[in-house]
Protein backbone atom coordinates (compact mmCIF):
# COMPACT_ATOMS: atom_id res chain seq x y z
CA UNK A 1 0.00 0.00 0.00
CA UNK A 2 0.79 3.91 -0.72
CA UNK A 3 2.12 5.32 1.85
CA UNK A 4 2.20 9.72 2.42
CA UNK A 5 4.81 11.86 2.07
CA UNK A 6 5.15 12.19 6.49
CA UNK A 7 5.26 8.67 6.25
CA UNK A 8 8.40 8.43 4.09
CA UNK A 9 9.83 11.29 5.65
CA UNK A 10 10.03 9.68 8.84
CA UNK A 11 10.86 5.92 7.69
CA UNK A 12 13.76 7.34 5.86
CA UNK A 13 16.89 7.11 6.54
CA UNK A 14 16.73 8.52 10.20
CA UNK A 15 20.05 7.82 11.71
CA UNK A 16 18.56 7.55 15.04
CA UNK A 17 15.77 4.83 13.79
CA UNK A 18 18.97 2.95 12.20
CA UNK A 19 20.83 3.08 15.34
CA UNK A 20 18.88 1.71 18.11
CA UNK A 21 17.62 -0.93 15.33
CA UNK A 22 21.57 -1.42 15.46
CA UNK A 23 22.06 -1.52 18.85
CA UNK A 24 18.90 -3.71 19.47
CA UNK A 25 20.02 -6.16 16.99
CA UNK A 26 23.61 -5.97 18.88
CA UNK A 27 21.91 -6.70 22.14
CA UNK A 28 20.01 -9.83 20.45
CA UNK A 29 23.19 -12.82 20.25
CA UNK A 30 24.24 -14.88 22.50
CA UNK A 31 27.66 -13.30 22.91
CA UNK A 32 28.94 -11.06 26.05
CA UNK A 33 27.68 -7.24 25.09
CA UNK A 34 29.30 -4.40 26.77
CA UNK A 35 26.63 -1.54 26.24
CA UNK A 36 28.17 1.53 26.13
CA UNK A 37 25.91 2.79 23.65
CA UNK A 38 22.43 3.74 24.74
CA UNK A 39 21.05 6.77 26.92
CA UNK A 40 19.35 4.77 29.81
CA UNK A 41 19.81 5.83 33.32
CA UNK A 42 21.28 3.79 36.31
CA UNK A 43 18.95 2.44 38.28
CA UNK A 44 20.32 4.02 41.31
CA UNK A 45 18.91 1.64 44.15
CA UNK A 46 18.24 4.45 46.46
CA UNK A 47 16.65 6.52 44.57
CA UNK A 48 14.58 3.82 42.83
CA UNK A 49 13.61 2.68 46.29
CA UNK A 50 11.51 6.33 46.80
CA UNK A 51 9.85 6.49 43.59
CA UNK A 52 8.27 2.75 45.00
CA UNK A 53 7.77 4.36 47.74
CA UNK A 54 6.05 7.14 46.14
CA UNK A 55 3.98 4.45 44.14
CA UNK A 56 3.14 2.43 46.99
CA UNK A 57 1.46 5.35 48.73
CA UNK A 58 -0.47 5.87 45.35
CA UNK A 59 -1.56 2.70 45.48
CA UNK A 60 -2.76 2.83 49.00
CA UNK A 61 -4.77 5.40 48.03
CA UNK A 62 -7.72 4.26 46.28
CA UNK A 63 -8.97 7.92 45.27
CA UNK A 64 -5.30 8.76 44.13
CA UNK A 65 -4.73 5.94 42.10
CA UNK A 66 -7.79 6.33 40.46
CA UNK A 67 -7.39 9.77 39.37
CA UNK A 68 -3.66 8.67 38.08
CA UNK A 69 -4.68 5.89 35.84
CA UNK A 70 -8.75 6.36 35.72
CA UNK A 71 -8.95 10.15 34.00
CA UNK A 72 -7.27 12.05 31.52
CA UNK A 73 -5.16 14.65 32.58
CA UNK A 74 -5.79 18.30 31.40
CA UNK A 75 -4.08 19.03 27.92
CA UNK A 76 -1.67 21.05 29.54
CA UNK A 77 -0.78 18.35 32.38
CA UNK A 78 -1.58 17.32 35.30
CA UNK A 79 -2.47 20.41 37.45
CA UNK A 80 -1.84 19.97 41.15
CA UNK A 81 2.00 19.18 39.37
CA UNK A 82 2.29 22.52 37.21
CA UNK A 83 1.49 24.21 40.60
CA UNK A 84 3.78 22.43 42.68
CA UNK A 85 6.40 22.80 40.26
CA UNK A 86 6.10 26.49 39.54
CA UNK A 87 6.11 27.00 43.58
CA UNK A 88 9.68 24.92 43.39
CA UNK A 89 10.89 26.92 40.79
CA UNK A 90 10.03 30.31 41.78
CA UNK A 91 11.21 29.07 46.01
CA UNK A 92 14.52 27.95 44.21
CA UNK A 93 15.60 29.97 41.15
CA UNK A 94 13.05 33.57 42.27
CA UNK A 95 11.38 32.78 38.61
CA UNK A 96 8.08 34.65 38.02
CA UNK A 97 6.69 31.91 36.60
CA UNK A 98 3.41 30.23 37.70
CA UNK A 99 1.38 27.20 35.84
CA UNK A 100 0.68 29.11 33.41
CA UNK A 101 3.96 28.70 32.32
CA UNK A 102 4.99 24.89 32.28
CA UNK A 103 2.94 21.98 30.35
CA UNK A 104 3.67 18.43 30.06
CA UNK A 105 4.51 15.96 27.19
CA UNK A 106 5.15 12.51 26.55
CA UNK A 107 8.77 13.06 27.07
CA UNK A 108 10.65 15.59 26.44
CA UNK A 109 11.66 13.57 23.05
CA UNK A 110 7.86 14.58 22.19
CA UNK A 111 8.77 18.29 23.47
CA UNK A 112 11.44 18.82 20.53
CA UNK A 113 9.42 17.56 17.87
CA UNK A 114 6.59 20.65 18.65
CA UNK A 115 8.89 23.04 19.43
CA UNK A 116 11.75 22.61 16.27
CA UNK A 117 8.46 22.70 14.29
CA UNK A 118 7.05 25.63 16.06
CA UNK A 119 10.01 27.44 15.07
CA UNK A 120 11.60 26.18 12.07
CA UNK A 121 9.91 25.53 8.24
CA UNK A 122 7.66 27.47 6.70
CA UNK A 123 5.98 30.55 8.47
CA UNK A 124 2.89 33.03 7.63
CA UNK A 125 4.90 35.56 6.24
CA UNK A 126 6.68 32.93 3.97
CA UNK A 127 9.92 33.06 5.19
CA UNK A 128 11.70 29.35 6.09
CA UNK A 129 13.44 29.38 9.20
CA UNK A 130 15.69 26.99 11.07
CA UNK A 131 17.14 26.10 14.09
CA UNK A 132 20.53 27.16 14.98
CA UNK A 133 22.44 24.78 17.24
CA UNK A 134 25.59 27.07 17.89
CA UNK A 135 27.67 23.99 19.19
CA UNK A 136 28.05 21.15 17.57
CA UNK A 137 27.94 18.35 18.50
CA UNK A 138 24.65 18.23 19.53
CA UNK A 139 22.15 15.91 20.80
CA UNK A 140 21.44 12.78 18.27
CA UNK A 141 17.53 12.75 18.76
CA UNK A 142 16.76 16.08 17.37
CA UNK A 143 18.02 15.89 13.92
CA UNK A 144 15.06 14.17 12.25
CA UNK A 145 12.52 15.78 13.84
CA UNK A 146 11.91 18.53 11.46
CA UNK A 147 8.54 17.69 9.42
CA UNK A 148 10.39 20.07 6.50
CA UNK A 149 12.90 17.39 6.69
CA UNK A 150 16.79 19.37 7.36
CA UNK A 151 15.38 22.32 10.02
CA UNK A 152 19.02 22.87 11.32
CA UNK A 153 22.18 25.17 11.30
CA UNK A 154 24.99 24.51 13.50
CA UNK A 155 28.65 25.61 13.89
CA UNK A 156 31.60 24.17 14.45
CA UNK A 157 33.18 24.84 17.96
CA UNK A 158 36.48 26.04 19.33
CA UNK A 159 38.56 22.93 20.81
CA UNK A 160 40.35 24.53 24.21
CA UNK A 161 43.16 21.35 25.11
CA UNK A 162 42.85 21.26 28.90
CA UNK A 163 45.85 19.59 29.61
CA UNK A 164 47.06 16.26 27.51
CA UNK A 165 44.22 14.06 27.32
CA UNK A 166 41.28 16.12 28.32
CA UNK A 167 39.79 19.00 26.04
CA UNK A 168 36.57 21.44 26.26
CA UNK A 169 34.28 22.76 23.27
CA UNK A 170 33.60 26.44 22.98
CA UNK A 171 30.85 28.08 21.41
CA UNK A 172 32.80 29.96 18.37
CA UNK A 173 30.73 33.11 18.40
CA UNK A 174 32.35 34.83 15.16
CA UNK A 175 31.19 31.03 13.25
CA UNK A 176 27.38 32.09 14.45
CA UNK A 177 26.67 35.38 12.47
CA UNK A 178 23.49 36.67 13.08
CA UNK A 179 21.10 35.56 10.33
CA UNK A 180 17.94 36.75 9.17
CA UNK A 181 16.47 32.97 8.70
CA UNK A 182 16.88 31.43 12.35
CA UNK A 183 13.36 30.39 14.30
CA UNK A 184 15.41 29.64 17.73
CA UNK A 185 18.34 28.96 19.23
CA UNK A 186 18.71 25.44 20.86
CA UNK A 187 21.63 24.48 22.93
CA UNK A 188 21.78 20.79 25.50
CA UNK A 189 23.12 21.63 29.26
CA UNK A 190 24.51 19.33 29.96
CA UNK A 191 25.63 18.35 26.24
CA UNK A 192 24.56 15.17 24.73
CA UNK A 193 26.89 13.55 23.71
CA UNK A 194 29.84 15.67 25.18
CA UNK A 195 29.05 16.31 28.78
CA UNK A 196 29.96 19.69 28.20
CA UNK A 197 28.18 22.60 30.30
CA UNK A 198 28.33 25.46 28.69
CA UNK A 199 29.71 28.66 30.41
CA UNK A 200 27.19 31.09 32.53
CA UNK A 201 28.76 33.50 30.22
CA UNK A 202 28.30 31.79 27.07
CA UNK A 203 24.52 31.25 28.05
CA UNK A 204 23.97 35.26 28.71
CA UNK A 205 25.53 35.75 25.08
CA UNK A 206 23.38 33.16 23.26
CA UNK A 207 20.28 34.43 25.24
CA UNK A 208 21.05 37.84 24.29
CA UNK A 209 21.55 37.16 20.64
CA UNK A 210 17.90 35.50 20.97
CA UNK A 211 16.78 38.05 22.54
CA UNK A 212 17.80 40.57 19.61
CA UNK A 213 16.71 38.55 16.88
CA UNK A 214 13.23 37.78 18.67
CA UNK A 215 13.45 34.04 19.02
CA UNK A 216 13.30 31.62 21.39
CA UNK A 217 16.39 30.30 23.47
CA UNK A 218 15.41 26.75 23.85
CA UNK A 219 17.51 25.42 26.64
CA UNK A 220 18.01 21.57 26.92
CA UNK A 221 17.70 20.91 30.55
CA UNK A 222 17.15 16.68 29.76
CA UNK A 223 20.50 16.36 32.64
CA UNK A 224 20.48 19.64 34.31
CA UNK A 225 18.70 21.17 37.49
CA UNK A 226 17.04 21.10 39.89
CA UNK A 227 16.68 17.71 38.65
CA UNK A 228 18.11 15.26 37.65
CA UNK A 229 21.08 17.13 38.55
CA UNK A 230 23.66 15.23 36.87
CA UNK A 231 25.74 18.31 36.61
CA UNK A 232 28.91 18.69 38.11
CA UNK A 233 29.72 22.12 38.12
CA UNK A 234 27.96 24.71 39.51
CA UNK A 235 26.45 26.46 36.33
CA UNK A 236 23.58 28.78 36.80
CA UNK A 237 20.16 27.59 35.13
CA UNK A 238 18.47 31.04 33.44
CA UNK A 239 14.70 32.15 33.05
CA UNK A 240 13.29 34.75 30.87
CA UNK A 241 10.38 35.34 28.48
CA UNK A 242 11.97 33.99 25.71
CA UNK A 243 13.85 31.05 27.22
CA UNK A 244 12.38 27.80 26.57
CA UNK A 245 13.61 25.66 28.87
CA UNK A 246 12.74 21.82 28.48
CA UNK A 247 13.23 19.39 31.18
CA UNK A 248 12.54 15.71 32.02
CA UNK A 249 11.66 12.80 34.36
CA UNK A 250 13.84 10.22 32.37
CA UNK A 251 17.45 10.98 33.74
CA UNK A 252 16.10 10.62 37.33
CA UNK A 253 14.99 7.44 36.65
CA UNK A 254 11.71 7.60 34.95
CA UNK A 255 12.50 7.18 31.43
CA UNK A 256 9.85 4.61 31.23
CA UNK A 257 6.63 7.23 32.52
CA UNK A 258 7.28 9.59 29.58
CA UNK A 259 7.18 12.85 31.16
CA UNK A 260 8.36 15.85 29.69
CA UNK A 261 8.27 19.48 30.79
CA UNK A 262 8.38 22.57 29.11
CA UNK A 263 8.42 26.08 30.91
CA UNK A 264 7.60 28.80 28.52
CA UNK A 265 5.56 32.10 28.66
CA UNK A 266 2.37 31.65 28.21
CA UNK A 267 1.40 32.00 24.33
CA UNK A 268 3.77 29.10 24.04
CA UNK A 269 2.41 27.10 26.81
CA UNK A 270 -0.83 27.62 24.41
CA UNK A 271 0.32 26.03 21.46
CA UNK A 272 2.03 23.39 23.32
CA UNK A 273 -1.38 22.81 25.10
CA UNK A 274 -3.46 22.49 21.59
CA UNK A 275 -0.56 20.10 20.23
CA UNK A 276 -1.09 17.69 23.28
CA UNK A 277 -4.90 18.07 22.85
CA UNK A 278 -4.41 17.18 19.08
CA UNK A 279 -1.81 14.56 19.08
CA UNK A 280 -2.28 12.73 22.73
CA UNK A 281 -5.54 14.22 23.88
CA UNK A 282 -3.82 14.12 27.07
CA UNK A 283 0.18 14.17 28.55
CA UNK A 284 0.35 10.97 31.04
CA UNK A 285 0.39 11.45 34.72
CA UNK A 286 2.05 9.24 36.27
CA UNK A 287 5.63 10.47 36.12
CA UNK A 288 3.88 13.49 37.86
CA UNK A 289 2.40 11.61 39.99
CA UNK A 290 5.22 9.40 41.46
CA UNK A 291 7.57 12.73 41.79
CA UNK A 292 4.54 15.03 43.06
CA UNK A 293 5.25 15.02 46.65
CA UNK A 294 8.93 15.02 46.14
CA UNK A 295 8.47 18.16 43.96
CA UNK A 296 5.73 19.73 46.64
CA UNK A 297 8.09 19.18 49.46
CA UNK A 298 11.57 19.93 47.35
CA UNK A 299 13.28 16.79 48.48
CA UNK A 300 13.30 15.88 44.73
CA UNK A 301 16.04 18.21 45.12
CA UNK A 302 18.12 16.76 47.53
CA UNK A 303 17.78 13.62 45.39
CA UNK A 304 19.26 15.32 43.06
CA UNK A 305 22.66 16.85 44.57
CA UNK A 306 22.82 14.24 47.03
CA UNK A 307 22.06 10.70 45.09
CA UNK A 308 22.30 11.16 41.70
CA UNK A 309 25.09 13.35 40.75
CA UNK A 310 27.19 11.64 43.34
CA UNK A 311 26.38 8.27 41.88
CA UNK A 312 26.97 9.80 38.30
CA UNK A 313 30.40 11.72 38.90
CA UNK A 314 32.03 9.10 41.21
CA UNK A 315 31.34 6.47 38.07
CA UNK A 316 32.49 9.10 35.09
CA UNK A 317 35.89 9.69 37.09
CA UNK A 318 36.26 6.30 37.73
CA UNK A 319 35.64 5.40 34.22
CA UNK A 320 38.14 8.33 32.70
CA UNK A 321 40.89 6.91 35.31
CA UNK A 322 40.19 3.69 33.22
CA UNK A 323 40.42 5.31 29.94
CA UNK A 324 43.74 7.02 30.89
CA UNK A 325 44.93 3.33 32.09
CA UNK A 326 44.49 2.13 28.72
CA UNK A 327 45.22 4.73 26.32
CA UNK A 328 47.50 7.63 27.88
CA UNK A 329 50.29 6.40 25.40
CA UNK A 330 47.80 7.29 22.02
CA UNK A 331 46.67 10.53 20.42
CA UNK A 332 43.50 9.99 22.58
CA UNK A 333 41.25 13.07 24.59
CA UNK A 334 37.92 12.97 26.37
CA UNK A 335 35.80 15.88 26.33
CA UNK A 336 35.98 17.22 30.27
CA UNK A 337 33.00 15.54 32.38
CA UNK A 338 31.01 18.29 32.91
CA UNK A 339 27.64 16.35 33.23
CA UNK A 340 25.38 14.06 31.55
CA UNK A 341 25.56 10.03 31.61
CA UNK A 342 28.36 10.03 28.60
CA UNK A 343 32.10 10.45 28.11
CA UNK A 344 33.01 12.15 24.38
CA UNK A 345 36.48 10.24 23.34
CA UNK A 346 38.42 12.02 19.96
CA UNK A 347 41.10 9.99 18.64
CA UNK A 348 43.07 12.07 16.56
CA UNK A 349 44.45 11.53 13.26
CA UNK A 350 43.03 8.15 13.84
CA UNK A 351 43.21 6.12 10.35
CA UNK A 352 39.61 4.64 10.27
CA UNK A 353 36.36 6.70 10.96
CA UNK A 354 34.95 6.65 13.91
CA UNK A 355 32.12 4.27 11.54
CA UNK A 356 34.46 1.75 11.65
CA UNK A 357 35.96 1.76 14.85
CA UNK A 358 32.35 1.53 16.43
CA UNK A 359 31.75 -1.93 13.65
CA UNK A 360 35.24 -2.99 14.93
CA UNK A 361 34.02 -2.63 18.72
CA UNK A 362 30.71 -4.40 18.10
CA UNK A 363 32.75 -7.63 16.41
CA UNK A 364 34.29 -7.49 19.95
CA UNK A 365 31.02 -6.87 21.67
CA UNK A 366 32.15 -3.55 22.54
CA UNK A 367 28.87 -1.25 21.72
CA UNK A 368 29.62 2.96 21.09
CA UNK A 369 27.88 5.48 19.63
CA UNK A 370 30.09 6.74 16.59
CA UNK A 371 30.86 10.43 16.50
CA UNK A 372 29.13 11.69 12.95
CA UNK A 373 25.68 11.23 14.18
CA UNK A 374 26.05 13.94 16.48
CA UNK A 375 26.24 16.91 14.57
CA UNK A 376 22.96 17.81 12.97
CA UNK A 377 23.01 20.76 10.61
CA UNK A 378 26.90 21.04 10.25
CA UNK A 379 26.93 19.82 6.39
CA UNK A 380 30.85 20.65 5.91
CA UNK A 381 33.00 18.20 5.89
CA UNK A 382 35.13 18.12 8.66
CA UNK A 383 37.76 15.06 9.81
CA UNK A 384 36.68 15.85 13.87
CA UNK A 385 33.31 14.55 13.06
CA UNK A 386 34.90 11.31 12.23
CA UNK A 387 37.04 10.62 14.72
CA UNK A 388 34.87 10.93 18.06
CA UNK A 389 32.73 8.16 19.99
CA UNK A 390 30.45 8.31 22.60
CA UNK A 391 30.01 6.17 25.27
CA UNK A 392 27.82 5.43 28.23
CA UNK A 393 29.80 4.98 31.75
CA UNK A 394 26.09 4.78 33.38
CA UNK A 395 26.25 0.82 33.47
CA UNK A 396 28.19 -1.50 35.90
CA UNK A 397 31.63 -1.38 36.79
CA UNK A 398 31.96 -4.82 34.92
CA UNK A 399 31.09 -3.49 31.91
CA UNK A 400 32.33 -0.41 31.56
CA UNK A 401 35.99 -1.55 33.00
CA UNK A 402 35.90 -4.34 30.68
CA UNK A 403 34.44 -2.16 27.55
CA UNK A 404 37.53 0.52 28.15
CA UNK A 405 39.88 -2.40 27.93
CA UNK A 406 38.93 -4.05 24.72
CA UNK A 407 38.56 -0.18 23.51
CA UNK A 408 42.37 0.19 24.16
CA UNK A 409 43.08 -3.17 22.40
CA UNK A 410 41.16 -2.15 19.13
CA UNK A 411 41.76 1.78 19.39
CA UNK A 412 45.62 0.86 19.40
CA UNK A 413 45.61 -1.51 17.15
CA UNK A 414 43.51 0.82 14.29
CA UNK A 415 46.25 3.39 15.17
CA UNK A 416 49.50 0.56 14.84
CA UNK A 417 48.27 -0.44 11.26
C1 LIG B 1 19.81 15.93 25.65
C2 LIG B 1 18.57 15.10 25.63
N1 LIG B 1 17.40 15.71 25.39
C3 LIG B 1 16.25 15.02 25.35
C4 LIG B 1 16.23 13.65 25.54
C5 LIG B 1 14.91 12.93 25.47
O1 LIG B 1 14.53 12.49 26.71
P1 LIG B 1 13.06 11.98 27.07
O2 LIG B 1 12.24 11.98 25.80
O3 LIG B 1 13.23 10.62 27.63
O4 LIG B 1 12.51 12.96 28.06
C6 LIG B 1 17.42 12.97 25.79
C7 LIG B 1 17.42 11.51 25.97
O5 LIG B 1 18.43 10.85 25.99
C8 LIG B 1 18.61 13.72 25.84
O6 LIG B 1 19.78 13.12 26.06
Known amino acids: MKQSTF ?30 GGGNPSHIPEVMAR ?41 EFGWEIGPENIALTNGSQTSFFYLFNMFAGPFPDGTNRKILLPLAPEYIGYADVGLEGDIFIAARPEITLLDAHTFKYHVDFSAITSRDDIGAICVSRPTNPTGNVL ?24 YGTPFPHIIFTDAQPIWDDHVILCMSLSKLGLPGTRTGIIIANEDIIRTITALNAIVSLAPTSVGAFIVHDLVESGEIIE ?14 EQAIEWLHQEMDDLPFYVHVAEGAIFLWLWFKDLPITSHELYERLKERGVIVVPGHYFFPGLHEE ?24 IMGEVVRRAYDA
Open 303 to 316: IGQNLVRPYYQRKA
Open 7 to 36: AHRYRGDAGILRLMDDLGRALATDERVYMM
Open 51 to 91: FRRSMEAILADPARFNRMVGNYAAPQGDVSFLKALANLLRR
Open 382 to 405: WRHKHECIRMTYSQDEETVREGIR
Open 199 to 222: TDEEIARLSQMAHEMDVPFIIDNA
